[in-house]
Nanobody, 124 residues
Framework: QVQLVESGGGLVQAGGSLSVSCAAS????????LAWFRQAPGKEREFVAA????????NYADSVKGRFTISRDNLKNTVYLQMNSLKPEDTALYYC?????????????????WGQGTQVTVSS
């Protein structure tokens, strides 16, 4: 089992950058696939990025491809989402999720563990 805590959200102007982090507690962090999802007010939760447990495979939503980068540090038990060229439509509550031995699925139902979220707001 793993517990996830996100941090690093905040307010940023359009075109700016922001990095959010998700620290995991529990054992065997390196065996977990990790992902970021987001949910804007009045909208469903949507996939943003995922990284397989091996670290060799990544997936990105088309809307963030080329702007966002997911990475992990197994020594720090942390997953990161670097967000560049931010747009107002990126405003949402960002959640990290984990799934043991996962391959980087885009589906939220494939992830067993979730954090509480960190708010990212992009002003125009």
């Amino acid at each position: 089992q793993v517990q996830l805590v996100e941090s690093g959200g905040g307010l940023v102007q359009a075109g700016g950058s922001l990095s959010v982090s998700c620290a995991a507690s529990g054992r065997a962090f390196s065996t977990y696939a990790l992902a970021w999802f987001r949910q804007a007010p009045g909208k469903e939760r949507e996939f943003v990025a995922a990284l397989s447990f091996t670290g060799r495979a990544t997936n990105y939503a088309d809307s963030v491809k080329g702007r966002f980068t997911i990475s992990r540090d197994n020594l720090k038990n942390t997953v990161y989402l670097q967000m560049n060229s931010l747009k107002p439509e990126d405003t949402a509550l960002y959640y990290c999720a984990a799934n043991q031995y996962g391959l980087g699925s885009l589906r939220s139902r494939d992830y067993a563990y979730w954090g509480q979220g960190t708010q990212v707001t992009v002003s125009s």
